[in-house]
T-cell receptor, first 115, second 111 residues
Framework: DTEVTQTPKHLVMGMTNKKSLKCEQH?????MYWYKQKAKKPPELMFV???????INESVPSRFSPECPNSSLLNLHLHALQPEDSALYLC??????????????FGSGTRLTVV | DAKTTQPNSMESNEEEPVHLPCNHS???????IHWYRQLPSQGPEYVIH???SNVNNRMASLAIAEDRKSSTLILHRATLRDAAVYYC????????????FGKGTSLLVTP
């Protein structure tokens, strides 16, 4: 299995809702990542997990709460989002986070719309 | 400060070679040069990476200048499926080797 699977593919949520995005990989990778991508812009790094521990938080608002329950699974919990949080949320994994010779494998993303 | 500079867009004819340039004049000795591409409605996809020497794989070739201040991604024979945004990224020690995307080059391939 050489894929990163993200669910759901599309999500519409209200500003008072709580929802979660899920990401799964079975490649034995020990680093997992969340990125946010607005239309016609490059992806922006949000969080890095290394060996199931949060190692980088790029000053992301607390309404985004990441969780890594095990080495194969990464969640992003969403609460009280704003319409400007509407974007494509991408998950990625790599063998190690501090190995610059390892490539990242990305999922296809969850397209989130906040109404 | 942008660590890499790429043209905003390029155009190529199908079945012809494509040379995508990237300038990284502030590169340091331990920085790796990575290339990713993102096809429409998909997540980014790893293409190739290198440190000092030129590299080849089944997708592309990476030519790195001797002073490492620039590199070129070479698609040997462009197909319509190669139309994508191509990102040249430096993975450096200071940023924890994180994959930080710049603006990239949008490649249009015409039949």
């Amino acid at each position: 299995d050489t894929e990163v699977t993200q669910t759901p593919k599309h999500l519409v949520m209200g500003m008072t809702n709580k929802k979660s995005l899920k990401c799964e990989q079975h490649m034995g990778h020990r680093a997992m990542y969340w990125y946010k991508q607005k239309a016609k812009k490059p992806p922006e790094l949000m969080f890095v997990y290394s060996y199931e521990k949060l190692s980088i938080n790029e000053s992301v608002p607390s309404r985004f709460s990441p969780e890594c329950p095990n080495s194969s699974l990464l969640n992003l919990h969403l609460h009280a989002l704003q319409p400007e949080d509407s974007a494509l949320y991408l998950c990625a994994s790599s063998q190690e986070d501090r190995g610059p010779f390892y490539g990242y494998t990305f999922g296809s993303g969850t397209r989130l719309t906040v109404v | 400060d942008a660590k890499t500079t790429q043209p905003n867009s390029m155009e190529s004819n199908e079945e012809e070679p494509v040379h995508l340039p990237c300038n990284h004049s502030t590169i340091s000795g331990t920085d790796y040069i990575h290339w990713y591409r993102q096809l429409p409605s998909q997540g980014p996809e790893y293409v190739i990476h290198g440190l000092t020497s030129n590299v080849n794989n089944r997708m592309a070739s990476l030519a790195i200048a001797e002073d490492r201040k620039s590199s070129t991604l070479i698609l040997h024979r462009a197909t319509l499926r190669d139309a994508a945004v191509y990102y040249c990224i430096l993975r450096d020690y200071d940023s924890g080797y994180a994959l930080n995307f710049g603006k990239g080059t949008s490649l249009l391939v015409t039949p």
